[in-house]
């Protein structure tokens, strides 16, 4: 009978185990064991380099190695030396430029020398014969771990682990809470303040006259002509102890729209003055200064990611990832005529974050 397993056989007898490499015929009743068909072929035979057939190419690449380590060397040597000799001097440019071209070619060289001159030398003067080692079992032998469980169960006897519980017990109890003074140091590196609460609020407040950025100049009412834009920070700014920080959180776009123009809500009436309206310039997808305006339109434009806000309807969104309006500023005149905030924004400029519930 043909063997389906393609195996093959000698001469058998019913109720016998052969093994099988090659077809054959096999007797009903015989068991079949396999033998694996395919030989392990092992390595592939030493080639000789010429390096191990010459010795003088053998000198020759030892040369060469030794020439990649010199300029590596003479590289980190440089990078020193340039540092000192090519100073990055504030506000001159071409210092600059100098010191990184030279600080870059003086490091990469000692870098590479180093890389290539040691894979030329493993690939050129190392043995490259091939060897096959065989993994031992990682299963410890049964003598071994009989010794290991006896020095546990040694140490629990002797320590009296097991027995004392209330020992056992309270040095857990120990162990857990130890880490909890990292927990409240650690906490030190967090902002001193409430986080919600500095995105929360800017430097706007009522009767904070509106100034230009960045000379802080005041600025008039009639100062804003039709289809201008200012861009404004709030008076006194440039004297702030966190000046950039309250910057990035006040900045206000400033413009004049006939009142025609404007599509104002209700209770949003009072916000503006004589067609004059005031909105966050920081987008509210990911922060940036939205500082397009587009007088035709009316738009603002964020060029991060292109978000457009459409100032004749109270900065809503009409194109981009952004998902609110810009936040407006409630402003006002005082008795000079200048424009002044009736308040702070009333609500968080800028994108989300976590504690913002709008
Ligand atoms: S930050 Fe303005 S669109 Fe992304």
């Known amino acids: 009978m043909a063997d389906h397993h393609g195996g093959q056989s000698g001469s058998t007898e019913a109720g016998t185990a052969v093994e099988v490499t090659t077809p054959r015929t096999v007797s009903p009743g015989t068991a079949v064991v396999r ?76 870098l590479l020398g180093i890389g290539i001159g040691a894979v030329h030398w493993a690939k050129a003067l190392m043995s490259d014969a091939e060897i096959s080692e065989d993994r031992h079992p990682t299963r410890g032998s049964e003598a071994t771990r009989a010794k290991a469980v006896d020095v546990f169960t040694l140490g629990n006897k002797e320590s009296g682990f097991g027995r004392r519980s209330l020992l056992r017990n309270t040095l857990i109890g120990a162990l857990v809470v130890s880490p909890i003074p990292a927990v409240v140091l650690f906490r030190d590196l967090a902002p001193a303040e409430e986080p919600g609460e500095l995105l929360r609020h800017t430097l706007w407040e009522k009767g904070k006259r509106l100034t230009r950025d960045p000379s802080g100049t005041p600025i008039k009412a009639s100062d804003v002509t039709y289809g201008s834009a200012f861009h404004v920070i709030p008076e006194g700014l440039n004297d702030a102890e966190h000046r950039l920080e309250e910057k990035a959180k006040a900045a206000v776009l400033l413009m004049r729209l006939r009142p025609e123009d404007l599509n104002e809500k209700e209770d949003r009436k009072s916000w503006s003055y004589d067609g004059i309206v005031a909105y966050s310039k920081i987008c509210t997808h990911v922060g940036c200064p939205v500082a397009l305006y587009e007088q035709q339109t009316h738009n603002l434009l964020c060029p991060c990611h292109q978000s457009q806000f459409d100032v004749s309807n109270h900065a809503a969104v009409i194109f981009g990832p952004a998902s609110r309006p810009l936040p407006q500023l409630p402003i006002a005149i005082d008795d000079e005529g200048y424009l002044v905030a009736q308040s702070d924004f009333t609500e968080p400029v800028g994108p989300s974050f976590w504690e913002r519930e709008l």
């Open 35 to 110: 033998t694996d068909d395919i030989p392990n072929p092992g390595h592939p035979p030493h080639r000789p380099r010429v390096t191990d057939l010459d010795p003088k190419k053998d000198r020759a690449a030892e040369r060469t190695v030794s020439l990649l380590f010199f300029a590596s060397l003479v590289g980190s040597v440089l990078a020193v030396v340039f540092y000192f000799l090519f100073p990055i001097i504030p506000g001159d440019l071409a210092s600059v430029r100098l010191s990184t071209l030279s600080l870059g070619l003086a490091i990469s060289l000692g």
